[in-house]
Nanobody, 121 residues
Framework: QVQLVESGGGLVQAGGSLRLSCAPS????????MAWFRQAPGKQRELVAI???????YYADSVKGRFTISRDNAKNTLFLQMNSLKPEDTAVYYC???????????????WGQGTQVTVSS
């Protein structure tokens, strides 16, 4: 089993930056893909970015060029650097991890509890 704990959320003005972290514990050797998802009020959970064990990444078009996903492979700690934040980035951000490198959609094995990011205009 793997437990994921996010941190780093908060309130920031539009144009500002935040850095989210996700610290795993447990059977971290089993983790391959790690990702950030977000869910805004009244909306479905959406994928923000993925990073695989190879280091390859994927970004949603809405965050490309503004967000950077990274990973400390030794500890499997996951980060999301968010720059040029917009009010529409406001959401609960979730860390997710999977034993596969290409999990289908949002079918990740492990999820964190989420951290709130609020961007004021």
């Amino acid at each position: 089993q793997v437990q994921l704990v996010e941190s780093g959320g908060g309130l920031v003005q539009a144009g500002g930056s935040l850095r989210l972290s996700c610290a795993p514990s447990g059977s971290i050797f089993s983790i391959n893909a790690m990702a950030w998802f977000r869910q805004a009020p009244g909306k479905q959970r959406e994928l923000v970015a993925i990073i695989r064990s190879s280091g390859s990444t994927y970004y949603a078009d809405s965050v490309k060029g503004r967000f950077t996903i990274s990973r400390d492979n030794a500890k499997n700690t996951l980060f999301l650097q968010m720059n040029s934040l917009k009010p529409e980035d406001t959401a609960v951000y979730y860390c997710a991890a999977d034993k596969l490198n290409y999990p289908a959609g949002a079918s990740y094995d492990y999820w964190g509890q989420g951290t709130q990011v609020t961007v004021s205009s």
